[in-house]
């Protein structure tokens, strides 16, 4: 993990933040994620009830691993 909200206020507001169809109908308990516009291929995560919060910073291959973990269903478990 790169960072924890060391982002400055200007790289925030170039995000593109996307929240997924499936959270939105979930009680908005939800993260966003958006790539940062510097061409690094890096992206942020933050929670959706806190847009002005705490953003956390994965590099392009952090967050290639974790999405390809969610496609190989690495990460399904039961939350009760």
Excluded: Q
Excluded at 24 to 44: Q, Y
């Amino acid at each position: 993990m790169e960072g924890h909200g060391a982002l400055n206020p200007g790289e925030r507001a170039g995000i593109a933040w996307r929240i997924s169809t499936r959270s939105e109908n979930g009680g908005g308990s939800c993260v966003e994620v958006g790539p940062l516009g510097d061409g690094s291929g890096r992206v942020a995560v933050r929670h959706s009830h806190r847009p002005d919060g705490e953003v956390i910073v994965y590099s392009r291959a952090e967050w290639e691993a974790f999405v390809g973990g969610v496609k190989d269903g690495e990460f399904d478990f039961s939350v009760t």
